[in-house]
């Protein structure tokens, strides 16, 4: 027997477990490899659709990733399991020859062992190589009930995401558009009830892609469910109201501060995807549509040095925005007032 081969085999079948393990049965996001093997594979996607000059292939970035990180355990496995049985050379034999088998029979062997298919026309010759089949065997049954078990879940939260960016829509497309559509002549206390309701599904969202860091990589073309955009554009009207509307027109900081930490804990998920605040800090919100609405806005050094503050965590946002394939322009998805005209 090769040892080393064999010793081989043995690691990269630990190594793949191991990823498999963390990825789809750990709350703490994916493995070495598949979170590297993710991003290598969306940032090859951005860069095919920014050449393109279209965001519609994108759409396909979460499926293909899904399916890479299956193929990706499943070769991993098979070449692990291959160089166990080509270790040594007459691990196999040929039943209807019986003769030793090649290298290409112990892999078709391996495969087929995997799959659960059975043994083909080849069996061990030994005690032992029966055990290494019987472990292979149950090998391949688990890494496809793990593999249901993960996938399912993911479009599940999927499709949480997008409810989220969908609701967050109907607020408004725009930090002055949401504020316009909650002002009721007084205050902004009509933002509290869809704040509240929020904060607990963007709390979920977060645990969520905590746990599957490939929700990251499910990009949507479409403004009002292309998720960073609508968090982001909630999170730049929790800092206007924050910092730039008086208090007294302001909802309950109890509710902007409950929402605040609610966005905080998915931004604190953004480095698993390799999503870090850049160098350079997106323009900040202009809200004399609000000014000329008659709404007062509070301008004053201290609030300047309050957005200051804010610098780390909206480059962060701008990051994120850049990494799904937009830009911060298209925070905008038009002018209120132009919605406004065509609505009249």
Not at 11 to 20: E, N
Not at 174 to 199: A, C, R
């Amino acid at each position: 027997m090769n040892y080393f081969v064999f010793i081989l085999g043995i690691t990269l079948l630990l190594v793949a477990a191991t990823d498999l393990t963390v990825t789809s049965l750990s709350v703490r996001g994916a493995g070495f490899i598949t979170k590297r093997l993710s991003k290598a594979i969306w940032r090859v996607m951005l860069a095919i659709s920014k050449r393109v000059g279209s965001r519609k292939f994108l759409e396909l970035g979460g499926a293909i990733i899904l399916i890479s990180i299956l193929i990706n355990w499943l070769l991993m496995i098979w070449l692990s399991a291959s160089l166990l049985f080509i270790s040594q050379p007459d691990s196999l034999m040929n039943v209807e020859t019986n003769s030793s088998t090649t290298i290409i029979n112990k892999i078709f062997y391996t495969g087929y062992t995997l799959s659960n298919l059975g043994l083909g026309d080849m069996e061990p010759v030994s005690p032992f190589w029966d055990l290494v089949t019987a472990v292979l065997s149950f090998v391949g049954l688990i890494q496809i009930s793990i593999a249901i078990t993960y996938f399912i879940p993911v479009v599940s939260a999927e499709i949480v995401k997008r409810k989220i960016s969908v609701y967050i829509t109907t607020l408004g497309c725009s930090v002055e558009e949401i504020l316009l559509n909650h002002w009721n002549g007084k205050d902004f206390k009509e933002l509290e009830q869809p704040f509240m309701s929020l904060t607990e599904s963007i709390i979920l969202h977060g645990q969520n892609h905590k746990a599957y860091s490939v929700l990251h990589y499910f990009h949507s073309s479409d403004r009002k469910e292309a998720f960073v955009l609508n968090i982001t554009n909630l999170d730049e009207v929790l800092t206007a109201l924050l910092f730039s509307i008086p208090v007294e027109l302001r909802p309950s900081r109890s509710v902007l501060n409950g929402l605040r930490k609610a966005i905080s804990s998915y931004l604190v998920t953004l480095p698993a995807t390799f999503v870090v605040p850049g160098e350079e800090t997106p323009p900040l919100n202009s809200l004399s549509i609000l000014e000329k609405n008659g709404i007062k806005v509070s301008h004053s050094a201290p609030i300047d040095l309050e957005y200051e503050k804010l610098t780390t965590r909206r480059r962060l946002l701008l990051s994120l925005i850049k990494d799904d394939g937009w830009e911060w322009s298209d925070l905008q998805a038009g002018s209120y007032d132009h919605e406004m005209s065509v609505i009249k």
